[in-house]
């Protein structure tokens, strides 16, 4: 399966809208991820998104015994305030000059809803690209994939092709002055290998389409099954036909294991739970998955 693939990666989730039963972390509304993977004896910390509370955020990393310092780089989703809030804070947390912070150029633009009343859900203006900068990030601006370590790359812009597959919100945007419909382009997952297992595919939101955002990875290493999918799927909103239609491309994929929760809704945790049976599990807070290569 090729050489640059991971020995092991391990997926942490730092924050998540759930927590277990007697759980001694925070929830809060929004994703954080924080990624471990190790080849040929070097191990790389990549953290995917921030979610929007950073005093949650590091209460939950310091009782997982998580230094933000050892981070070595940052990949945001997209520019939902729920997964780049608090970012300048958390860079300033890591400490470090340079931090490498992957994003999309149109992260920053005006983006807002209407429903039920104005309201910015873009990133923060707290979490300017000058407040970024300024806490030590250096921001990466990018629509192609990129490759954070050999065996991890960014999707970069994601294709749309699915019929039945769309952003599901109804956001808005500001060109040249004129307000128009935002499909949030800049949604970007991030790509995993690991030696004998597959490819793992990490999702923030999955605006452009989990089926859309599968079938990318699929393309990209064909040789490869899919072993996890890991996310929010964004089917909260959607309709029971569009669920049914989702389970049914991802498990025909074949899509190996799913954990999905943030905004995946419960009725599509539902159907996938019983497409995938136990290979499915409710995303939380603390939650840990390790892939161990062969
Ligand atoms: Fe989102
Ligand atoms: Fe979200």
Same mark, same amino acid.
């Given at each position: 399966?090729?050489?640059?693939?991971?020995?092991?990666?391990?997926?942490?989730?730092?924050?998540?809208?759930?927590? %277990?039963?007697?759980?001694?972390?925070?929830?809060?509304?929004?994703?954080?991820?924080?990624?471990?993977?190790?080849?040929?004896?070097?191990?790389?910390?990549?953290?995917?998104?921030?979610?929007?509370?950073?005093?949650?955020?590091?209460?939950?990393? %310091?009782?997982?015994?998580?230094?933000?310092?050892?981070?070595?780089?940052? *990949?945001?989703?997209?520019?939902?305030?729920?997964?780049?809030?608090?970012?300048?804070?958390?860079?300033?947390?890591?400490?470090?000059?340079?931090?490498?912070?992957? *994003?999309?150029?149109?992260?920053?633009?005006?983006?807002?809803?209407?429903?039920?009343?104005?309201?910015?859900?873009?990133?923060?203006?707290?979490?300017?690209?000058?407040?970024?900068?300024?806490?030590?990030?250096?921001?990466?601006?990018?629509?192609?994939?990129?490759?954070?370590?050999?065996?991890?790359?960014?999707?970069?812009?994601?294709?749309?092709?699915?019929?039945? %597959?769309?952003?599901?919100?109804?956001?808005?945007?500001?060109?040249?002055?004129?307000?128009?419909?935002?499909?949030?382009?800049?949604?970007?997952?991030?790509?995993?290998?690991?030696?004998?297992?597959?490819?793992?595919?990490?999702?923030?939101?999955?605006?452009?389409?989990?089926?859309?955002?599968?079938?990318?990875?699929?393309?990209?290493?064909?040789?490869?099954?899919?072993?996890?999918?890991?996310?929010?799927?964004?089917?909260?909103?959607?309709?029971? %036909?569009?669920?049914?239609?989702?389970?049914?491309?991802?498990?025909?994929?074949?899509?190996?294991?799913?954990?999905?929760?943030?905004?995946?809704?419960?009725?599509?945790?539902?159907?996938?739970?019983? *497409?995938?049976?136990?290979?499915?599990?409710?995303?939380?807070?603390?939650?840990?998955?390790?892939?161990?290569?062969?």
């Amino acid at each position: 399966m090729g050489d640059s693939m991971l020995d092991y990666l391990s997926i942490r989730v730092l924050a998540e809208d759930s927590v %277990e039963y007697d759980s001694p972390y925070l929830g809060q509304h929004g994703i954080s991820l924080l990624l471990t993977a190790g080849r040929n004896g070097v191990t790389y910390r990549i953290l995917f998104d921030v979610a929007q509370d950073a005093d949650a955020l590091l209460v939950n990393m %310091e009782r997982m015994n998580i230094a933000p310092s050892s981070i070595d780089a940052i *990949v945001i989703s997209h520019n939902h305030y729920d997964h780049i809030g608090g970012l300048a804070r958390i860079t300033a947390a890591a400490k470090r000059t340079d931090l490498p912070i992957v *994003v999309h150029p149109e992260t920053f633009r005006t983006h807002f809803t209407t429903s039920p009343f104005l309201k910015h859900i873009g990133a923060p203006a707290s979490d300017s690209p000058s407040r970024i900068e300024e806490a030590g990030g250096r921001l990466i601006f990018t629509t192609d994939p990129l490759e954070i370590m050999p065996g991890v790359e960014t999707s970069g812009e994601i294709p749309r092709n699915t019929d039945f %597959e769309d952003a599901g919100l109804s956001i808005r945007q500001i060109k040249d002055g004129h307000i128009q419909e935002d499909q949030v382009i800049d949604d970007t997952s991030l790509f995993a290998r690991v030696r004998g297992k597959g490819t793992v595919v990490i999702t923030g939101c999955s605006h452009a389409g989990i089926v859309n955002i599968t079938d990318l990875a699929a393309k990209r290493w064909p040789e490869n099954p899919i072993a996890l999918l890991l996310g929010g799927f964004h089917l909260i909103e959607a309709g029971e %036909e569009r669920i049914e239609q989702t389970a049914a491309a991802l498990h025909s994929a074949p899509v190996r294991r799913v954990a999905a929760g943030h905004c995946t809704g419960f009725r599509a945790q539902t159907a996938l739970s019983r *497409v995938f049976g136990p290979a499915f599990e409710p995303l939380r807070t603390g939650l840990e998955i390790t892939l161990t290569g062969e």
